[in-house]
């Protein structure tokens, strides 16, 4: 079997003992299954000159190589230009986008740096998988150095429409790097049309099949692979958890209110203030609901040096206190708000415990927490899910309210519905969303990239199809 190195920006070292993000979670079981070399940024940010070989740990059939970044490399490639030029740009929110040449540079020469020191640590039958954003040019750099082996590249956010790429000086050169992988994948058909146009009109690509383009004579393949979670194994943390301590006291504070969860990292692009905003509505409309609902929002604060993330920070503070002070009692406060991070177990009991689950990003690649509070939930006496149109889940979760989350109208409404709906449909709801990711896993969204990965690269397959 081939090895397979991943590669990502964060890399979860066993030795760091951070929580895990969305992408690491995904790629964990896959690792720790299949083992390999995953490679990327140590986390850490070194005082002087960084060393060009990387540091290696290993944990079971896993070794870690890592690099540190400068300040100045932070500040410009993962801050300014990653968190405060793609990421709003590639969820279609440019207007939020701040862009210098001088961060576009730092972010090109930290992917070449990343490919330098990956380089000597490949062997010729590896696989290599790139992951999200930050690593849009690694494909080009590791070419460039004469690495001949499969990449395949996944980008977990979505991917932006070519008039709104536009806004961003230089992105042609981020999609025509891109291109020299051998296969990309996408979270759904829509990153993947927008992605195949770009590349046409931004790259002179020419679409060969729904799922080929062909680039200077190269045949890329694009795939869509939606991550999955570990359905199974989350909810019997759930049902776990929700006779924990923590749970319990919860569950005793809210002396039988019913609870609006949201879990969300405190991001713009999350629809935080429109989901204040919808939840107020509610309150206003109904007022036979106050007293009877408490929301929870937990949203750990997130890269807090970016200038929007920092924004966005003072005006949910502003908006969540004027909710509580204009619609609050002297015995009933309506939001709760947590700004810190909660550990997953707690997070799941909590799922597990909310009438509920609020997910109304603006626009996300796929969104895992929907798919976890589904699988939190007691099939016997489930609760709801509202979900943004807007979320990549919302594609296989139809089952869910599904709501434009600029509407606060309507988000109150499909609260109002949610929380009154009858335990038949609250059932039957739950059961059709259950079996739309009961069956996958990351595992196999996993496996099911590589062999993709295989078969593209697979030299009689390619001798058959020219
Ligand atoms: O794909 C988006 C993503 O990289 C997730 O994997 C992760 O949960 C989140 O962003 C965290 O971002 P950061 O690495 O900037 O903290």
Do not use: K, S, T, Y
């Given at each position: 079997m081939n090895r397979l190195v991943v590669v990502s920006n964060r890399v979860p070292l066993p030795s760091s003992g951070q929580q895990a993000g969305g992408l690491a979670v995904a790629l964990d079981g896959l690792m720790e299954k299949r083992g390999g070399l995953w490679f990327g940024w140590s986390g850490s940010i070194s005082d002087g000159p960084t060393a060009a070989l990387a540091r290696v740990e290993s944990a079971g059939a896993v070794d870690y190589a890592t690099v540190d970044l400068t300040q100045e490399e932070h500040d410009r490639y993962y801050n300014n230009f990653s968190n405060g030029v793609l990421w709003p740009l590639l969820h279609t929110m440019p207007e939020l986008m701040r862009f210098d040449r001088r961060d576009a540079r730092v972010y090109q020469d930290v992917n070449s740096r990343l490919a330098a020191s990956l380089q000597p640590l490949l062997r010729p039958s590896d696989l290599i998988w790139v992951h999200d954003y930050h690593l849009l040019l690694l494909p080009a750099a590791l070419r460039a150095r004469g690495v001949k082996n499969p990449i395949g590249f996944f980008l977990h956010i979505p991917f932006a429409s070519p008039d709104v790429l536009g806004a961003a000086p230089e992105v042609a050169g981020l999609v025509r790097d891109l291109l020299a992988a051998d296969l990309i994948g996408f979270q759904t058909d829509n990153d993947m049309a927008n992605f195949a146009a770009a590349a046409q009109c931004l790259a002179g690509a020419v679409r060969v099949s729904s799922s080929a383009l062909m680039v200077s004579g190269r045949r890329v393949r694009l795939g869509v692979f939606p991550v999955e979670i570990e359905a199974h194994a989350f909810a019997r943390m759930a049902a776990e958890m929700e006779r924990a301590e923590g749970c319990e006291r919860l569950r005793r504070s809210l002396q039988g209110q019913r609870l609006i969860l949201g879990i969300d990292r405190l991001d713009p692009t999350k629809g935080l203030i429109q989901r204040l905003a919808g939840y107020r509505r509610l309150l206003e409309k109904h007022e036979d609901l106050r007293r009877r609902v408490t929301m929870l929002q937990i949203a750990p604060v997130s890269r807090k040096d970016v200038g929007s993330y920092q924004k966005l920070r003072g005006t949910l503070d502003h908006d969540a206190g004027e909710l509580n002070a204009d619609l609050g009692e002297a015995d009933w406060v309506p939001l709760r708000m947590i700004s810190r991070a909660t550990v997953r177990p707690a997070v799941a009991g909590y799922m597990r415990l909310a009438r509920v689950g609020l997910v109304t990003p603006?626009?996300?690649?796929?969104?895992l927490v929907a798919k976890e509070y589904v699988a939190a939930q007691n099939p016997q006496d489930p609760g709801v899910l509202v979900l943004s149109r807007f979320a990549g889940a919302a594609r296989q979760m139809d089952a869910a309210l599904l709501?434009?989350?600029?509407d606060a109208d309507a988000m109150a409404d499909a609260l109002d519905t949610a929380l009154r709906m009858d335990l038949a449909e609250r059932q039957a709801r739950w059961r059709a969303l259950w079996a739309a990711i009961e069956h996958r896993s990351p595992v196999i969204w996993g496996r099911s990239f590589v062999a993709t990965l295989l078969r593209a690269t697979d030299p009689e397959a390619r001798a058959r199809r020219t």
């Open positions: 603006l626009r996300d690649g796929m969104n709501v434009n989350p600029h």
